[in-house]
């Protein structure tokens, strides 16, 4: 009798694992949203980009959380927390991956109009002169104090590792859901791609590290969509699935 109510028993537990998917509860992800406190990142017309990226990096935790995943937030509220306080808590935290949300600018006012999109960045050195230059001013609030030689020293003690692989591999995960989520509702967005960039923020985290610029704030169509529920909504479900996509497909391999 007992040995029959074990089987069964056995056998629903089985079925209802199959029905509830893959058990995430062991994985941990920290999201950091950009900037906070004195520094508010970019601004256009009265908007900030501190302001966008913490609605957007809220949205993307409870997305986490609702798919069973361990989160961690750099910052729940308007605070500036310094470059290395951001990684250390990944590395602390022995996260799976380390995702940095923010939004972008140019300085040009007359390209407002032309230039838009959504771009996942992670930690290389480039020569694209684009590139260079979005990284430039997302280090500038960061880099206070550091030359320009150190920096270059920094950059360079982590780009042989195979953590520089492996974030490429999550950042195409995760441009790719976000545009398929966005497309879903505004066909017109721009997919501005995967790109290398010297962003200081990912080199202190030794995993997978990623930069989300989830639209531009000097756009005016974008602009009001980082600010719309529905576009900070779709984002994080699309960074979400692209993690699930990443972590799934790593797990796989260590399989084999
Ligand atoms: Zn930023």
Avoid: W
Avoid at 123 to 137: E, G, N
Avoid at 150 to 167: A, H
């Amino acid at each position: 009798m007992s040995m029959i109510f074990k089987g069964v028993v056995l056998v629903a537990l089985f079925l209802l694992s199959a029905c509830m998917g893959p058990d995430r509860s062991s994985r941990l992800v920290v999201i950091d949203a950009g900037h906070g406190g004195l520094d508010c990142g970019a601004k256009c017309k009265g908007q900030l980009e501190k302001d966008a990226v913490l609605q957007i990096a809220k949205k993307v935790a409870k997305e986490f959380r609702s798919e069973g995943y361990r989160v961690y937030l750099t910052r729940r509220n308007d605070r500036f927390l310094t470059l290395g306080q951001r990684t250390r808590i990944a590395d602390k935290k022995d996260a799976d991956v380390f995702i940095s949300i923010h939004a972008n600018a140019i300085a040009n006012k007359e390209r407002f109009d032309i230039v838009e999109g959504i771009e996942t960045y992670f930690l290389q050195k480039t020569r694209d002169a684009k590139s260079q230059k979005i990284a430039a001013r997302e280090n500038a609030s960061v880099l206070q104090g550091t030359d320009a030689l150190s920096q270059d020293v920094i950059i360079d003690s982590v780009l042989n590792g195979p953590k520089i692989i492996e974030s490429n591999k999550l950042a195409i995960d995760v441009q790719r859901n976000i545009m398929k989520r966005v497309k879903g509702k505004y066909p017109d967005a721009k997919d501005g791609g995967v790109r290398p960039a010297p962003f200081y923020v990912l080199v202190g985290a030794s995993r997978p590290s990623i930069l989300v610029e989830v639209g531009y704030i000097t756009n005016p169509k974008e602009r009001k969509r980082l600010f719309d529920e529905d576009y900070q909504e779709r984002i994080a479900e699309g960074i979400v699935e692209g993690v699930n996509r990443y972590l799934d497909n790593r797990q796989r391999e260590l399989e084999i």
